[in-house]
């Protein structure tokens, strides 16, 4: 049986995909139609026979270029021949009206998507969105429409397969660090996010209480070495910058090798999940219940529970509704600092990934 996944959304909704993609790989070949950001994180996935990416903001712009990208997909080059392909089932991991007439144009004998997707109407089968489950089972539910197979316990958690690129990358990057604290654990900070009401504020003032007890790193991508550069400045200790040093998948082998994440709620937490890093992930005007909370083993989540206007925003509004900002003013740096104490591990315990059929 052959499947094409289709996920053209965010950084964590890829990554979260990958326990969909592990189950539909059990049954036959699976093909990913992604984008070119978002692509590279599924290398040497063993579970994928290939990454088609569809650049739907650049080059495959447009209706010509939406043909372009499924006219590709339906042609598999093996030991330099072409093939045609067929799929059995479309599975629309991203619910778009684009994503659904791409998925129509690859041709499939079912099209598979939410009842809530804006391209539902162009499914042949429509599963329910749980809103109470975590994202990576909403996802994982679509390969369940033709079958009473049930998840087992772990399955849901995502992978991510870094190789020997991203190896020796982050090892150019350690490589940097003062030989006198090589020895301690290793803590990753992850300050980022898309959203600025998301960004805890004290990152600085962790670090320090940190410096004393491990190595720290700081993650994140081109776009945010200032931000990495005002934390290093502020805390006035040493850290490692990683910021636009290092691809998706090189930043989940850091993670890999890490005691604990420092995250927000963004991309880097479910980096986190994949390698199976003890995680301490940190909601402002998010929830957890919105289902993309940490799936590590060893998770802590800090969040001002008591606050009568959270959640506030599904994603995370540009500022807060109220202008006090509380949910992560009121979030102290000693507090995480417990909760990093209380999850930290050894990171050797992290490095076994599950496989594609596991």
């Not at 950001?37 to 996935?45: E, K, Q, S, V, W």
């Not at 998301?198 to 990152?203: D, E, S, T, V």
């Not at 636009?244 to 937490?269: F, K, Q, Y």
């Not at 998010?286 to 800090?302: E, H, I, K, N, Q």
Request: proline letters at 7%; glycine letters at 8%.
């Amino acid at each position: 049986m052959a499947s094409l996944v289709v996920q053209t959304s965010f950084i964590g909704d890829t990554v979260l995909t990958t326990p969909l993609i592990a189950e539909l790989a059990r049954r036959g070949p699976v093909d990913v139609l992604t984008t070119p950001i978002t692509g590279p994180l599924l290398a040497n996935n063993p579970g994928i026979r290939r990454v088609i990416l569809y650049d739907k903001r650049g080059a495959d712009r447009g209706p010509v270029g939406l043909w372009r990208a499924a006219r590709s997909t339906r042609e598999l080059f093996d030991e330099g021949k072409k093939h045609p392909v067929s799929y059995d089932a479309a599975y629309l991991a991203q619910g778009s009206i684009r994503s659904a007439i791409a998925a129509r144009l690859v041709g499939a004998k079912e099209y598979v998507g939410f009842s809530t997707s804006a391209g539902r109407a162009l499914y042949t089968r429509v599963v329910p969105y749980r809103e109470e489950k975590h994202h990576a089972e909403r996802l994982w539910s679509l390969s369940s429409w033709n079958t009473r197979d049930a998840h087992a316990p772990g399955q849901l958690r995502p992978a991510l397969y870094p190789g020997e690129k991203e190896r020796e990358a982050v090892n150019a990057v350690l490589s940097q660090q003062p030989t006198a604290n090589s020895q301690q654990l290793l803590i990753v900070l992850a300050p980022g996010s898309a959203w600025a009401t998301k960004r805890w504020p004290y990152f600085a003032g962790l670090a320090r209480i940190l410096e004393s007890g491990f190595r720290l790193a700081i993650i994140g991508s081109e776009a945010e070495q200032d931000l990495a550069r005002t934390i290093r400045n502020e805390a006035a200790v040493e850290i490692l910058d990683a910021t636009g040093r290092l691809s998706l998948l090189a930043s989940a082998e850091l993670i890999g090798r890490a005691a604990a994440v420092v995250t927000n709620d963004s991309g880097p937490l479910h980096l986190a999940s994949a390698m199976n890093t003890p995680t301490v992930a940190v909601f402002g005007p998010t929830v957890p219940a919105f289902g993309f909370g940490p799936l590590s083993s060893s998770s802590a989540v800090a969040g001002m529970d008591s606050l009568a206007c959270r959640p506030c925003h599904r994603h995370g509004p540009r500022r807060c509704p109220l202008g006090h900002w509380r949910c992560m003013r009121d979030l102290s740096a000693e507090h995480v600092a417990e909760l990093v104490e209380s999850v930290a591990a050894e990171p050797l315990a992290n490095t076994q990934q599950p496989t594609a059929n596991s």
